[in-house]
């Protein structure tokens, strides 16, 4: 049993050291490369897939097959110099191994391992919160999110200087930031990048100087305003779910 696992393993590890990553994305063209020794004159270029060994393309005795598999068809082409296989309108069931068996002055086998990703999406960001604090300046919370797993998030503020202080929650909410802008008399761009390890996609927040939830003395009117119309839309949604429940309006049924 546990010499099996050994083997098991074993193999595992000769198999990842000789298995080259290539990375390509949804609908777009990607080219594996056999990484034969560029002086060799390849006589047989054999693409397969799968454990079963299905061929997808072929060169052999100087002619060339890339029709061999329903799934490929008219999405290949095979660069017999160099024994390249070039994929197009990639799907997400080319994400797998490929295998090329190469014959030249000696006889090689490569695996190439696909992965095929979909572009980042741009984040989103939300503000959380803004309040004016006593004696000038603003409170902020904002929170970046985005439709991808497994990205990084990343912030910067411009001008710099202007955050007085910013915090963010990591490992709780990775995307969240708050800060404590000393002036906000003046614009402030916040950029949320979302980074995975092969690419990185950003989005712009603008805080812009005349928002008037920074602002201390426009503020009580308007949160203000803000309740009495929440309480008068709140008490109409009541009335209409009592009137309802109660079967008092046929237009309800
Ligand atoms: C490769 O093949 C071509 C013609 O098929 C020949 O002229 C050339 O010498 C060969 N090169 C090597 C390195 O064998
Ligand atoms: C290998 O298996 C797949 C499905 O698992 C099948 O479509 C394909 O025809 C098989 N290839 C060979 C050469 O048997
Ligand atoms: C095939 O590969 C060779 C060597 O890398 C390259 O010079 C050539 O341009 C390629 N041909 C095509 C059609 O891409
Ligand atoms: C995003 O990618 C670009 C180029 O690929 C790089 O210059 C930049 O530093 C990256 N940004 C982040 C935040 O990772």
Redesign the pocket.
Known sequence: MSLLIVLVLFLHVVRALSTHNVIGYLGETVTLPSRADPSWNLSKIEWSILTNTTWIATHRGGATNIDRFHRYKGRLSLNITSGDLTIRNLMKEDDMEYTVNLLGPKREVKVIRLIVNKHLQKPTINALFKSPAKGGGCWMGLQCSSQDEGVDF?WKIEPPTEALFNTRHAERNPGEIFMFLKNPEIDVEFTC?T?RTT??VSSAFIQKFDDTRCKEHNCRNRYALCFAIGLAIGLAIAVVLYICRENISPPCK
Request: charged letters at 20%; hydrophobic letters at 0%; proline letters at 0%.
């Open positions: 990343s990048t980074n690419e990185n």
